[in-house]
């Protein structure tokens, strides 16, 4: 059994041949991953929580984390509406916790690892890669509607942070307390 998000995003049982079914549907169609990037590239895909989490996008994984997360003046299900209100605006999100490397490698925050047995997913930063600068004052703004503390980064910081240059898009973090 696996497991399923219906349209009322209430879970159900995924029977085994359900499963393979979608899986050979999946393996029929031969991709490259060209073909893939180039997909992704020119499309923006909606968030569906019917999909079946092995078969979800990392992207839909994080939509789901949000949409279920609700702490503070953050409220999930509020953010990820809007978020998809506004999927023109954004290439991805991703939803983690703020925090620098110790001196000894080891990432400074692991509450989400600390409380994942209690099935809450800690994290108080979300992450923006806009499509332009337009879009990220544009999220920025609507942001400020969720009681979150936005910050631009400038090209180069959103460059050195995807670890890459000439990176397309603007990075936008989100903060809560």
Not at 52 to 60: G, I, R
Not at 143 to 160: D, L
Request: charged share 25%.
């Amino acid at each position: 059994m696996g497991y399923q998000m219906s349209e009322n995003t209430t879970p159900r049982e995924v029977t085994v041949e359900e499963a393979d079914q979608h899986a050979d549907v999946r393996a029929r169609s031969v991709i490259t991953r060209s073909s893939l990037q180039r997909y992704f590239m020119n499309s923006k895909p909606m968030f569906d929580p019917s999909i079946p989490l092995a078969t979800a996008t990392v992207q839909d994984i994080h939509l789901e984390l949000i949409r279920r997360s609700e702490h503070n003046a953050f409220h999930g299900e509020r953010i990820l509406a809007d978020l998809l209100a506004h999927r023109q605006d954004w290439q991805a999100v991703l939803f983690d916790t703020y925090g620098l490397a110790t001196d000894r490698g080891l990432p400074a925050r692991l509450i989400k690892l600390r409380d994942m047995a209690a099935n809450d997913y800690n994290a108080d930063t979300l992450y923006i890669l806009a499509v332009n600068e337009a879009a990220a004052q544009r999220l920025t703004a609507l942001a400020e509607s969720w009681g979150a503390e936005p910050h631009i980064y400038s090209q180069e910081e959103t460059e050195r942070a995807l670890g890459t240059g000439g990176a397309n898009g603007c990075l936008v973090q989100l903060w809560w307390d």
